[in-house]
């Protein structure tokens, strides 16, 4: 039975068990997600973002360990990369 319990437990997302590194909110972070969702907080573990959405509910999944960012109103824009191998001279 244990042995179950822990094999169900290790497929958990870790997001769901741990809290996450980092915390922006209170801005307006722009999401690109299949609507182009604008929202206030964001959870990042690592170099994963692993929440997002408002202000009350992405605070929720701090701990002491969790730096904590308030944007003051700024926006986050997501970093996207071209890959088309252009050079430019």
Same mark, same amino acid.
């Given at each position: 039975? =244990?042995?179950?319990?822990?094999?169900?437990?290790?497929? +958990?997302?870790?997001?769901?068990?741990?809290?996450?590194?980092?915390?922006?909110?209170?801005?307006? +972070?722009? =999401?690109?997600?299949?609507?182009?969702?604008?929202?206030?907080?964001?959870? /990042?573990?690592?170099?994963? +973002? /692993?929440? =997002?959405?408002?202000?009350?509910?992405?605070?929720?999944?701090?701990?002491?360990? =969790?730096?904590?960012?308030?944007?003051?109103?700024?926006?986050?824009?997501?970093?996207?990369?071209?890959?088309?191998?252009?050079?430019?001279?």
């Amino acid at each position: 039975m =244990t042995r179950r319990l822990l094999f169900l437990l290790s497929w +958990i997302p870790f997001s769901l068990t741990a809290a996450p590194s980092l915390i922006v909110h209170g801005g307006k +972070i722009v =999401t690109v997600d299949k609507d182009f969702r604008i929202v206030t907080a964001m959870a /990042v573990d690592g170099e994963r +973002i /692993v929440a =997002t959405g408002g202000d009350a509910e992405v605070l929720q999944l701090k701990d002491g360990n =969790t730096k904590v960012i308030d944007l003051k109103g700024r926006m986050v824009l997501p970093g996207l990369m071209d890959s088309s191998g252009r050079g430019h001279a």
